[in-house]
């Protein structure tokens, strides 16, 4: 059975030793209670944002190109593009990958002068996010745009994390490392550690895909510093 923000959240107020059978609930808690979902909420945050490319924040953008048109809007939840993955047509056999640029580089050098509209061969990126086709498109098409989403937040005790069921423990790790911290808890700090440590190694080498500041299959040497 997967565990939902309500089980994770139990075992933390299990694992840091606090007293009683709950929370029962993830709002309206107070106290000791209080802490422990909100460590479970920042851990689960901090651990989607170690990387920019899990492959649980992975998707798909399907866009209608317009003939005339050349700006696609970033989604709402963007968090980067994975560059290496836009085509035209995807799947289809008219299909073809586009080249991605970003939009400094396409000035000094595609964009200088006038441009004619005709077949797209480059995505290029702006510095707020969204994209446009260079040149402007003359025919309608679908450009298919792969992105990595913004952290996912839990919100109702039934939600689960979008970090993998069977990697979740180390939502709970990381929180422990808070409570260790804030709590004055050496000796909780010093287990939930490598605890951690563990657990990331093992989460990076099956869901990272290989494009973020630390290489596959290693793990940061270090958190969040004690005080």
Do not use: H
């Not at 317009?66 to 700006?71: D, H, M």
């Not at 964009?111 to 995505?123: D, F, H, I, L, R």
């Amino acid at each position: 059975m997967s565990q939902t923000f309500l089980d994770l959240c139990k075992d933390l107020r299990r694992d840091i030793g606090y007293t009683g059978s709950g929370p029962t609930a993830v709002t309206g808690q107070t106290g000791q209670y209080e802490k422990v979902v909100n460590w479970i909420l920042r851990a689960d945050r901090d651990v989607q944002t170690e990387q920019m490319d899990w492959r649980f924040l992975w998707t798909d953008l399907s866009s209608d190109v317009v003939p005339g048109t050349a700006a696609i809007a970033a989604p709402a939840d963007l968090s980067v593009w994975d560059e290496e993955g836009f085509y035209m047509n995807f799947g289809t056999s008219n299909g073809r990958p586009l080249k991605w640029i970003e939009y400094a580089e396409w000035r000094r050098s595609i964009g200088v002068g006038a441009t004619t509209p005709g077949t797209p061969e480059y995505v290029v990126c702006k510095p707020d996010g969204s994209l446009f086709l260079s040149p402007t498109p003359v025919a309608a098409e679908t450009l298919t745009s792969p992105y990595w989403k913004n952290p996912v937040a839990m919100v109702l005790a039934t939600d689960e994390s979008v970090i993998p069921d069977k990697f979740r423990r180390i939502i709970v790790a990381r929180a422990k490392l808070y409570f260790g911290e804030e709590e004055d808890a050496p000796d909780v700090y010093k287990a939930a550690s490598g605890e951690y440590a563990e657990l990331f190694t093992k989460l990076l080498a099956s869901e990272s895909l290989g494009k973020s500041r630390y290489k596959r299959g290693t793990a940061p040497a270090f958190v969040i510093q004690p005080s």
